[in-house]
């Protein structure tokens, strides 16, 4: 069974280990979207510090991480959404290697869907790198609709965006 809850500052440790497993597997799977520069520990400090960063667990496990908040990049400002601001934004999701492919991810979508909904916002967004095609299968699987592609974090490559409405 998979239950989410918000990351405790004393499981930084355990969750920056499950994001530099994550990122070899991104890396061997063609996709080199995070690196030494992107996502940082300090990231996840971050998140934990603001109550952002929320846990996947499979049956008391860490599977996964994912930052959820309604903040957006300043590059997703001249893209052309059709929702309304402010949006639930998913960022720096991580599922560990071995629990990939078992839900988890969608998991952390619908919870996010969930809280978005609980504090009456009606949009969702998210980007993820080009080569990430995993995340958008699962992102397009999830009824969102590409908007644009921006650059991010100086990689050579873009980053599609994407939205859902929520609408009641």
């Known amino acids: 069974m ?3 809850r918000p990351v405790q500052a004393q499981e930084l440790d355990t969750v920056w280990a499950l994001v530099r497993r994550a990122v070899v597997h991104m890396n061997e799977l063609g996709n080199p979207q995070w690196g030494e520069d992107y996502p940082t520990r300090d990231f996840y400090a971050g998140d934990i510090a603001r109550g952002e960063l929320y846990a996947a667990q499979v049956d008391g496990v ?6 959820i908040n309604t903040s957006e990049s300043p590059e997703y400002d001249p893209l052309p959404w059709t929702t309304p601001r402010p949006a639930m934004v998913i ?3 991580a599922i560990d290697p071995v629990f990939q492919r078992q839900g988890v991810a969608t998991a952390l ?8 909904r609980g504090q ?3 949009a969702m967004r998210i980007d993820t790198y080009s080569l990430n095609d995993r995340m958008q299968a699962l992102i397009r699987k999830r009824g969102f609709s590409k908007v644009g592609e921006i650059h991010l974090h100086g990689r050579p490559l873009t980053y599609p965006c994407f ?6």
């Open 163 to 168: 939205e859902k409405s929520l609408a009641f």
């Open 2 to 4: 998979i239950s989410i």
């Open 91 to 93: 960022h720096r999701m």
């Open 109 to 116: 979508f619908a919870f996010a869907e969930e809280k978005a």
């Open 62 to 67: 860490l599977a996964g991480v994912a930052c």
């Open 120 to 122: 009456g916002i009606t």
